[in-house]
């Protein structure tokens, strides 16, 4: 007798959490994942990836990954949308200063530079392996390695997901393959990079050596922090339920309104806006906390919470991520993977390096900062960052969230990812806006004093 319901995306999930927990205590007992910091998703994800492309466990379907690795990008956002800067409470938010509006401001336009010249970057990679190789790859599947790297698994698979709608097969398995190297690269090189700059002292504030509890991951007994607040009484609501509830109410608010929206426009308008679910769902979250300010009730969305939710859907995307890539399909690409990923890797290291020295102030903790976002996430970086900040006496880390806001003002760079694949502007047209738009930013951020001279 079988199971009285279809188990396939619970035992998918449970199978993630087993990895989860196998990465949880590598990292506490072995020595090589404390000495890189490799955080226990990136070491269960990776193994998981090995035994989905080796094995067949009953009742584990791998397809599924792609779509949850979807669905949890969204809940990241709108939970970020919800929770707001979180920043409100901190003593040195209280009086934003020059230095932290500056350092914001960097922040943001390197991470546009910096996808902007990845792109021209792998692009060129993929049509010199065309020429050398007498090979026919998807002119633009550098994109896919540009934005896996700086953007992070979700918004890359949800590109490609899109282009797969207008006949470019496999590219979401692809952005996957570049999103989980991207995460490699920003330990493997990323670490080395702080040791470098720890043993020159370039870091502002001392640091001494890394304490037990940074190495295996684990608090001591006598250290548990507090990583949440209770909102409601649980004779009425369990607070953490009250907050999942948000969560998901909001996702399907955006679901239904992208639902809605996407049935009058074209097939590359909504498929842009399916891509960019994620996008809706913050706005939509942001809108949700605006009115419960207006009505003096935004005391109800606790942002520990929500910080906790964020890490659990960001960590639950990055297993997804890492356990979903499906080798057999990727086999045929791997030419223009391998190569254009360690294009990359040393290209975002020099583009750190050159105008992380640069910067003035903070100029090390913002070159291991924008390292560790623009080949990973902003988790990555933050993580980069505690290793030469570790209490973050610096700005950088309000910096980074502070920086979300030129998403704004620069999301049609996200869009132009698609110009070539889905809008069919041609390869020159495309070029020429992540061109257009590095140059602009180069200038602005002279301008701004941001860029000057060597400061290490």
């Known amino acids: 007798m079988g199971a009285f319901f279809d188990m396939s995306v619970l035992a998918s999930l449970a199978f993630l959490a087993v990895m989860l927990l196998v990465g949880v205590l590598l990292r506490a007992k072995v020595t090589f ?192 922090p507090v990583g949440m607040h209770q909102v409601t009484t649980t004779a009425n609501v369990d607070s953490l339920a009250f907050h999942i509830a948000l969560v998901l109410g909001t996702w399907i608010i955006t679901y239904y309104l992208v639902d809605f929206i996407t049935f009058y426009c074209s097939k590359s308008i909504a498929g842009t806006i399916w891509g960019n679910l994620f996008f809706v769902g913050m706005i939509l979250g942001m809108g949700i906390r605006f009115i419960l300010t207006k009505f003096n009730a935004v005391h109800i969305i606790d942002s520990d919470t929500m910080n906790r939710l964020t890490g659990w859907s960001v960590e639950f995307l990055l297993l997804c991520t890492l356990a979903g890539v499906q080798f057999a399909m990727v086999a045929e690409y791997w030419l223009p993977i391998i190569t254009v990923s360690l294009v990359l890797a040393f290209y975002a290291l020099f583009f750190c390096l050159y105008f992380g020295r640069r910067v003035p102030g903070y100029s090390f903790e913002r070159t291991v900062m924008l390292f560790g976002t623009v080949t990973g996430t902003i988790p990555t970086g933050l993580l980069l960052l505690r290793m030469v900040d570790n209490e973050y006496k610096s700005t950088v880390s309000v910096e980074i969230a502070l920086s979300n806001f030129n998403f704004c003002f620069l999301f049609y760079v996200n869009l132009s990812l698609h110009g070539y694949a889905v809008y069919g502007w041609g390869m020159p047209a495309t070029l020429a806006v992540f061109s257009a738009t590095f140059i602009g930013l180069l200038i602005l951020s002279k301008l701004l004093k941001n860029i000057g001279p060597k400061q290490y």
Not at 42 to 59: K, L, R
Not at 145 to 162: I, V
Not at 186 to 196: A, K, Q
């Open 33 to 224: 994942f404390q000495n890189f910091l490799v955080p226990a998703c990136i070491i269960g994800g990776i193994i998981g990836a090995i035994i989905m492309n080796t094995t067949s466990i009953p009742g584990i379907n791998q397809k599924l990954y792609e779509q949850l690795a979807y669905h949890f990008f969204a809940f990241s956002f709108i939970c970020l949308g919800l929770r707001g800067t979180g920043c409100i409470q901190k003593e040195e938010c209280s009086d934003t200063t020059k230095e932290l509006v500056k350092g914001s401001i960097w922040q943001g336009f390197m991470f546009y530079m910096s996808m902007c010249s990845q792109v021209l970057v792998a692009t060129a990679v993929i049509y010199l392996i065309n020429f050398i190789f007498q090979k026919d790859f998807l002119a633009c599947m550098g994109f896919l390695g540009a934005q896996g790297f700086t953007a992070g698994p979700g918004a890359t698979l949800s590109s490609g997901l899109l282009w797969e709608k207008f006949g470019h097969a496999n590219m979401g398995q692809v952005g996957l393959a570049f999103s989980g190297i991207g995460f490699i690269v920003s330990f493997v090189i990323g670490v080395p990079l702080v040791r470098w700059g720890l043993r020159k002292k370039l870091n502002t504030f001392p640091v001494g050596n890394f304490d037990k509890e940074m190495l295996t991951g684990i608090h001591d007994k006598e250290n548990t």
